[in-house]
T-cell receptor, first 113, second 114 residues
Framework: DAEITQSPRHKITETGRQVTLACHQT?????MFWYRQDLGHGLRLIHY???????NKGEVSDGYSVSRSNTEDLPLTLESAASSQTSVYFC????????????FGEGSWLTVV | AQSVSQHNHHVILSEAASLELGCNYS??????LFWYVQYPGQHLQLLLK??????LVKGIKGFEAEFIKSKFSFNLRKPSVQWSDTAEYFC????????????FGGGTRLMVKP
C-alpha cells in the first residue's frame, strides 16, 4: 500500500545542532507539506512544495529549510536547533487538485535540550 | 489570509452525550472544509470533508458536519459519543487562493468518560 513515512519518530538533540527529519511518500503526490503541532496552536505550516525543485515558506518557516530533489522526499532541516523548536512535526502529501484530501505521516517527536 | 477558530479547547462528556464542536473560518471566497481527528499517539486522520453540494456532510464513525456559509461555520456533531471518541479534533480550511494548503484551527481535545 502507498504510504507516507517519517523518520526518526523520536529524537532528542542539543541546542545549536543541525537536525534533519525525513519524509518519504509512495503515492507519487506532487504536493508535500511540513507542519508542526504545538499545544494551543494546532498545526502550523512550516514549508511546502508543489513539485520537484519547488519549495515555499509557510507560516512559521524561520529556522527551517526544505529541499525537493525528487517527488517522493521532502526532508526538513533545522539549521541550528533551538528549544523553541521542540515540537511534534508532521509531514503530509496530497494530489494536485484544489481541495484534495491531505494525508499525514505519523509524526516526529523532536526535543531540543 | 484565511484563519480558523475552534472555540472549545477542551470538552469533557459522558458516554452517550451529544457532541457539537464549533469551527469558524475567515475567508470570503470558495473554500473546502475538513475535520481531522487525532487519537492519542497517532497521526491525523480525515473524519469528513465538504467540497460542494449538500451542506450537511456525513463522515466516518457517525460524525457529521454542517456548512453554514452565511455564518462561516462548519460545526462537527455526533448524536451519541463513545469512550473511543476521546481524541483531538481539528477543523481545517483550504481556500481557493491557497493552492492545496490547509489552515488548521487550534484543535479541541475531547475526553469521553465511560
Amino acid at each position: 500500500d502507498a504510504e507516507i513515512t517519517q523518520s526518526p519518530r523520536h529524537k532528542i538533540t542539543e541546542t545549536g545542532r543541525q537536525v534533519t527529519l525525513a519524509c518519504h511518500q509512495t503515492w507519487n503526490h506532487n504536493n508535500m507539506f511540513w507542519y508542526r503541532q504545538d499545544l494551543g496552536h494546532g498545526l502550523r505550516l512550516i514549508h511546502y512544495s508543489y513539485g520537484v525543485q519547488d519549495t515555499n515558506k509557510g507560516e512559521v518557516s524561520d529556522g527551517y529549510s526544505v529541499s525537493r530533489s525528487n517527488t517522493e522526499d521532502l526532508p526538513l532541516t533545522l539549521e541550528s536547533a533551538a528549544s523553541s523548536q521542540t515540537s511534534v512535526y508532521f509531514c503530509a502529501s496530497s494530489p494536485d487538485s484544489f481541495g484534495n484530501t491531505i494525508y499525514f505521516g505519523e509524526g516526529s517527536w523532536l526535543t531540543v535540550v | 489570509a484565511q484563519s480558523v477558530s475552534q472555540h472549545n479547547h477542551h470538552v469533557i462528556l459522558s458516554e452517550a452525550a451529544s457532541l457539537e464542536l464549533g469551527c469558524n473560518y475567515s475567508y470570503g471566497g470558495t473554500v473546502n472544509l475538513f475535520w481531522y481527528v487525532q487519537y492519542p499517539g497517532q497521526h491525523l486522520q480525515l473524519l469528513l470533508k465538504y467540497f460542494s453540494g449538500d451542506p450537511l456532510v456525513k463522515g466516518i464513525k457517525g460524525f457529521e458536519a454542517e456548512f453554514i456559509k452565511s455564518k462561516f461555520s462548519f460545526n462537527l456533531r455526533k448524536p451519541s459519543v463513545q469512550w473511543s471518541d476521546t481524541a483531538e479534533y481539528f477543523c481545517a480550511v483550504n481556500a481557493n487562493n491557497a493552492g492545496n494548503m490547509l489552515t488548521f484551527g487550534g484543535g479541541t481535545r475531547l475526553m469521553v468518560k465511560p
